[in-house]
């Protein structure tokens, strides 16, 4: 069954958040915008650190919280799985290329991520609470949108992507984060899924349901406590392997137009396959033109829209070009990304091959390799796998984390098994749920990262770096989007939805915490698409409305800071 939900959700998001067209349609974006307002997250850059830093605040400014703080609770939002497991998945799947097209969407999503802020400033709201409310539906919804010389209405569009936040709320900020921390701490303290996923749940419940100004007050303390702990354990693996640095570099830029090849357990990536899933782990990991972000800020404190777009510029910076290369260096350096390490095998990213393969072979590699990459197809097996005491002892090789799995032992009920499975189109039919498959085979996702921080000065101590560091980092994008989340439901039905879907959420992230890893990132990756479709075409349509708008902010700028240096605002 979780099976064919995993495969129906990746049909769909076949056609679009995996699609090629829509990772160019991403950058593409990004790449007119940062030509088109003349670099601008080169340009503002040390104006966006004064603006961030309070320099220009002033205390009588409309609006929830200030500018560090709506930074703080935006980039608690952003800085979560996907710089941990996000990253570790992105190579896991592309190779250190993938890292590369990371940073890339990062670079060009600095002057996405200031675009739509911008806009969303502009057109935020006051909501019958009193409260601050904006994002893409609010500028979709207000903004005069021309077409052949007469004013459309894209109030159906502010439906639809208010819709998407809500589901994306579950399928970004929820599911995939409880779930990265619950597989965390088993793996490292042992202690049951439920049981982080309950307390978790009641923490998460006690915080959002004080609404922005407490998830402000907390998430401000917990971005700069995360960060701390979790650099001081990366930089512990990256000095401790030292002599890999510079060989790490080299990876991520040497097959940026090649793809990456073969060696130890990996199997191989394509260019486009590399350049498909750094684009795509990019934006989960930054939001940038997700349209998620501009809902945080619409709380801060600003006269002028452009103040707080000079904040968002920052984002993609300190989430991805500095936290994801972090992660990346740690990952490549350490060297365990593609070593096989011993697992519990997921059903849903496991099948089983007719005959068997070596990795050694190059012709088994190429046949293995256009599988993986839907160049070509292998022969699945069709049957009963017989085992005796755990062992298969079937003529074939099974695959499991996109690799050729060693030393595959299966039980139930904590003993070795005996007997036979059925095994239909290399799928494992297991309709009691209780067998467990182990072995040896490639890591991905937060368990990546962990095994490669016990490659440390920490030694086996790193892996509670992660584990705290994890918790910390998606416990607090758990909170963010329980605030996007509630925004579109006050765009949707009123202040008075607000709380019920609040008793859904925390519900939904407490059930996601023993849920399957590849169905939630499936599902994830979907509800980001939804949500960046809509606001990219948004953007794109007001393009014209940012020249004015940064030359207003110039004006404003003489006018009450005279004197003060900056940029010139054209």
Known sequence: ???????????????????????????????????YLKFPQIRFFRHALR????????????????????????????????????????IHLGGPAALFWML?????????????????????????????????????????????????????????????????????????????ISNSVFATFGIEHWITGLVLSIFLGMVIIGGIKRIAAVT??????????????AFAVIFYNAGNIIPSFVS??????????????????????????????????????????????????ANEPLSEGMVAILEPFIDTIIICTVTGLVLLSSGVWNEKHQNVFQQTDMFVLNAV???????????????????????????????QDGSVTNNLSIIHARSIAEDVKISKAGSPFTGSVKVQNGNLVDPSGDLLV???????????????????????????????????????TAISWSYYGDRAMTFLLGPKSVMPYHIIYTIAFFFASFTDTTIIWTLSGITIALMTIPNLIG???????????????????DKNFPGMKHPKFK
């Open 539 to 557: 953007i794109l349509w007001l393009r014209k409305e940012m020249p004015q708008i940064i030359k207003e902010y110039g004006e404003f700028f």
């Open 252 to 301: 991520i830029f040497a097959d940026v137009f090649t793809g990456s090849a073969a060696t130890g357990g990996f199997l191989g990536a394509t260019l486009a396959y590399a350049f498909n899933r750094g684009v795509n782990r990019g934006l989960f990991s930054n939001e940038a033109g997700q349209g998620s972000a501009p809902i945080a800020h619409a709380s801060a404190k």
């Open 357 to 387: 393969y070596d990795e050694n072979n190059l012709q088994d590699q190429e046949k293995l390799f256009g599988h993986l990459t839907n160049k070509s197809a292998v022969a699945l097996y069709n049957g009963d796998l017989n085992v």
């Open 1 to 35: 069954m979780m099976q064919q939900i995993n495969d129906f959700l990746v049909l769909i998001d076949s056609f679009i958040g995996s699609a090629d067209w829509f990772v160019y349609f991403l950058l593409g974006t990004g790449l007119f915008f940062t030509i």
């Open 51 to 90: 603006v961030v830093s309070g320099k220009y605040d002033k205390s009588d400014l409309p609006g929830d919280t200030s500018h560090f703080q709506a930074l703080s609770t935006a980039l608690s939002g952003t800085v979560g799985t996907g710089n941990i497991a996000g990253v570790a998945l992105a």
């Open 438 to 476: 182990e072995g040896k085979s490639l890591v991905h996702s937060a368990p990546l990262t962990t095994i490669a921080f016990t490659r440390s000065f920490f030694g086996d101590a790193g892996q509670y770096i992660v584990a705290i560091g994890l918790l910390l980092f998606a416990f607090s």
């Open 220 to 233: 401000s303390k917990l971005v700069p406590a995360m960060a701390i702990i979790y650099f001081i354990g």
């Open 104 to 180: 890339m969407t990062a670079a060009l999503g600095m002057t996405t991520k200031f675009v739509e802020v911008t806009l969303s400033h502009k057109y935020r709201e006051t909501v019958a609470d009193g409260s601050q409310a904006g994002g893409p539906m609010y500028y979709m919804k207000n903004a005069n949108f021309m077409l052949f010389g007469k004013k459309v209405s894209l109030g159906w569009v502010a439906t639809l992507f208010a819709i998407a936040t809500v589901l994306s709320s579950f399928g970004t900020g929820s599911l995939p984060q409880i779930n990265s």
